[in-house]
Structures are given as structure tokens and as C-alpha cells.
């Protein structure tokens, strides 16, 4: 399998100022993560809220420039060329299914849009994918010339999906898209996202923090904890046997029928501020199994002991 | 790269035009189909001065002092004014200069606002900041003495020749450039804070994640949403400008007597209203009319730019 995008210790940061004359901070959204998304291939990036997941969503799919380090797609960094073709072939899906959409665009305006900002072919030609794209993604064929309001929200993030998948592209960053539905309507739209992906060989960038969905959909998972790469394994491995303890924390932290929840394990406190993060491991004050040598140096992403396929960035992976 | 080949498209339904859609919900709307119907009427009223002078065989401006305040006859369909001058045909003539100066103004000082403000709230940053200090420093400047300085410009100065420079037309051109200059600073702070809410938005995201750029968002996504206050804006815009013409012509600049317009009309009428009350009548019916029908066609364009409104 060839790499569709590679990112090489992408760093992201914003500058913050409070007031006129206020004091300047640097907020570490995302700090030097590397990863590749092979094509076909579904990537499940999870973490709380605040870990920067969204935002190294938004560099992939080309919203954000990075602070630091290279994107490449296709082998190819990302000039003027190669930056359009990768517009194109990478396409994004948002949270919020409300959102998302413009309330005072028809259907299938909102549908051929990527085409119409890249002058791809011509307007009835437009129009005619729009159609058969209603189709495909299950909407009433009446839907075309209705606008975004007289849709529920699982029909909207099917149209979401349809306006991504327009331009025939490689890999669709599903930024959540799950979270905002109703759970009846969330197995609609992640049964539609398979069946899709089967049909053209799509890759997925999946953002959740629904552990039982990224269980269900993704081929690796990419543990992500204050903007660092914490843990990257394939899904079997990852859910059999996590390796940094923040992902057992994760796992740990999921209900499950008929379990009464260890509490002991799941981890206390907040995590800090990217605005200060801690130095050492950025874990190590949450973490159990914190030593001296975690508060002064931060471990590097290594595979786990015998386990080639499972990187982790802790002093004591298990 | 042609997108018919890509996939076998099962087309039932056809998709229709975005604008075709505004226009069918426009026409669901009477009264801004009812009020078409009256701009068009005031329109053909307006400019029916121009066969009606030869066929009646009258001078709008010529006084007659012994013909002052005739009641309608067939000569004068409505009668004569204080100087003995045709009602009728001044009231038509009044209409091309006021109509004329209210939609030129509005349209330049609005398309002058909206632009303004959506560049700034747009882009941000710098040129906010300046755009926007540009527009409260045009509104910190009081309206009279900036409109008796921008009236008392001397045009010869700026390059034009002496002959335009005296006739009517620099006057009326006058007219429409100092409104259009004080008028814009409301509609580009109304458009300005629109398009910041419109701009945070995910399909604002969406669009640029496959390349769009500033002007296709701008006009594709931002104008749209902001249309509903620009538009209420906007058509509140056009009663004050013919209004606010009268005032200026009161201060003797712009359209000066005897070319007649409905503003000085009214104005003039005003100290002979229990003498003559028809007219301070006709051309505040007319103003009226106006008013009231450019206001439902301003509903009309809410209507069809807003899919959400039902009516």
C-alpha cells in the first residue's frame, strides 16, 4: 500500500493575546505528530476534547497551514499543484450536520459545490451527478431542489457525505460526524460511510471519541493526548492490548453492559493547559505509573515490546 | 475531466438553477409582485412627461401669475401651482429627477456599504481595523456643515469644464454623489457583523477546503446569508434619500427651483397648506407609494433569498 498522506512532525500553534497589551502566549494545538494514511485505509483518531484532534483534521484536509513540519500527499509536498489536486481528492465532513450546510443553497447546489469551485465540467453535467449522488447516499430523489432546513439531521450529514463525495476523492476527514445524531440514525449514517467506502475505495480520517464506534469502522487508531501522538496501533491490537496507559484510561472509561466500571482506574483530574504543558511526559500527571524519569523526559513514539505494529510514546509500555 | 463518464447517473428529478428557485418564491409573494407592478406604473407615470409636454402644448416652468391655483380642467388635468404652473407635468418631471436620485444614491452608497462592510468582516485583522475606523469617523462628522461644505465645492476646481459645472446636470450629479458619500456607514456596519457570524461558519470551511476563494465565498455564501438586514437596510434607505434630496435642495444646492422634484414639491407646499392642501397631497402620495412599495419589494427579495420564511 502507498501512502496517500503523510504528515512528517506536523506542529501546530496558536498565538494568544489577552488585551491590547497582554501578555503573548503560544497554545501547542499539535506538536510534532507523524502519521500516514495509506489509501483505503480508515485511520480512527480519538482523544478528549481539546487534545487537537479537529485541528490536525483541519491541516489534512488543507483548512490550516502547520507551525512546523511538511504534509505530503502522494509522495509530493504540498506546492501549488499538488495542494489543488489534494483540494480536491481530500474533502471534509463536519460535526455538525446544522451547520454544515447553507440554509439558502438548494440540495443539489450544496451537493455539486466542490465541482462548481473547481469548474468541473458543466452545469447540467453538475446538476446530473447531484442526482445520481442523492441516490446513492439514500435521500429522496425530490430532495435536489429543497433546501437543508426541511431535513432531519441524519438526512443532512447524508447529504454532507454526498457533497464530499462529489469530486471522487481519495480520503474524506470526518471531522465527528457522528456525535450531533440521534444513536438510532448514528448505525445509518456509519453503515452508509462503509458502504460507500467499499464502493470507491475511499480512505477515512475518522475523528471520534466514541470508543465503540472507532470499534466498529476503523482499520488503526491514533491515540492523540494535549496535540502529542501518545499511541498508533492497528484496531485489534490497540483494543486487545493497549500499550500507553492513557489508552487503557480511554478504554477503560467505556460502559459496557453487564461490567461494573473499575473506578480505580479510570484516571482523575483535568487535562492541562496547552497554553503550559507539563514537561516530561505531558501524561505523567494523570498517570499512575508516573516515575521520576517521566517528569524530566519525554518518551518517544516506539513500538511496544514484541509488538512491531503498535507505537507508543511511554517510559513503561506495556 | 467530464463527471457524466465517471458514473451512470439515474436521473428522475431534475435539479433546477439556484436563482431560478429565488424567483419562483418572489413571485409567491404578492405583495412584492403587487408592488413590481406599482414601480412599474410609477415608472410609465414618470416618464409619460415626455409625450404629454408637446401634446397638451405646455412649459412646466413658464409662470402665469393670472393662473395661479386653477382647479384641474382639460388644459390642466390637475391644475396650477402657486406660479401657475401644471401640476400634472411637474409632478412627472418632479418624479424622473426624485426617483432617479433616490435608486442612484441607494444603489451606490448601498453597493458602496456592502462592500466596505463584507471585506471587512470578511478579511479582518489590519484592514478591519481601518475600514471600520473610516466608517465611525464618516459618522462622528455632523450631516449639515459636511453637506453644506461637500454643496459649496467648487467644481471647476476638480477638473470639470465651467459649462457642466452650471448645468442642471452637475447639480443633480452633485445630488447623488454627496448622499451616496453619507449614506453608507449604517448598511457597512450592518453587512461588517453579518458576515463575521456567517464566516465562523462549517460551510463557509467546507467551501474553502476545495479552494474557493474570497470572492466566490463572498458572493456565494456570505451575501446571501446576510441579505435579510441589508435588505430591510437598504429599502429604508430609499424614503430618506428622496426626503433628504428636498433638504438639500432647501439649502439651495442640487436640484434647484424651477426644476421641480417631489421633495421641493412637498416642501414648497408645506406654507400653502390651507390655501392649497392638493399640493402638499400629490407629491407626498406619490413619496408614499414609493416608500411603501419598494419596502414589500424588499420583503419580496427576503422572501426568496430566505427559504425558511413561509408566506
New interface residues.
Partial sequence: MTALVELDRVSVHFDQRRGLLGRRSVLHAVEQVSLTIAEGETVGLVGESGSGKSTLGHVIAGLRKPTQGEMRFRGHSLDRATRRVAQHAIQIVFQDPFGALDPRMPVSAIIAEPLTINRIGSQAERRERAASLVHDVGLPQDALNRYPHEFSGGQRQRIAIARALAPNPALIVADEPLSALDVSIQSQVLNLMRDVQQQRQLAYLFISHDMAVVNHLVDRVAVLYLGRLVEIAPRAELFARPSHPYTRALLDAVPRIGHFRARHRTIQGEMPSPLAPPPGCVFHPRCGKAQDICRVTAPELLPAPGRPAQLAACHFKD | ????A?????????????WR?RWQRFRQHRGAMASLVALLLLLAFVLAAFPLQPLLDIDPYATDLLARFDPPSAQHLLGTDEAGRDVLLRLMIGGQVSLLVGVLATAIGGAFGVMLGVSAGYFGGRLDEFLMRFTDGMIALPLLPLLIVLGALDLTKLGFSAEFARSGAAGFWRIVVIISLVDWTATARIARASTLSIKE???V????????GPL?VMA??VL??I?TPLIVAITLTIGRVILLESVLSFLGFGVVPPTPSWGNMLNNAQELVTQAPALAIYPGLLIFITVIAVNFLGDGLQHA????SDR
Fill in positions: 475531466m467530464s463527471v457524466s465517471l458514473e451512470g447517473a439515474v436521473v428522475v428529478e431534475q435539479a433546477v438553477g439556484t428557485l461558519r462549517d460551510f470551511r467546507a467551501a474553502w477546503a476545495s479552494g474557493a466566490y456565494t455564501h446571501p446569508n441579505a433569498f430566505d427559504p425558511r
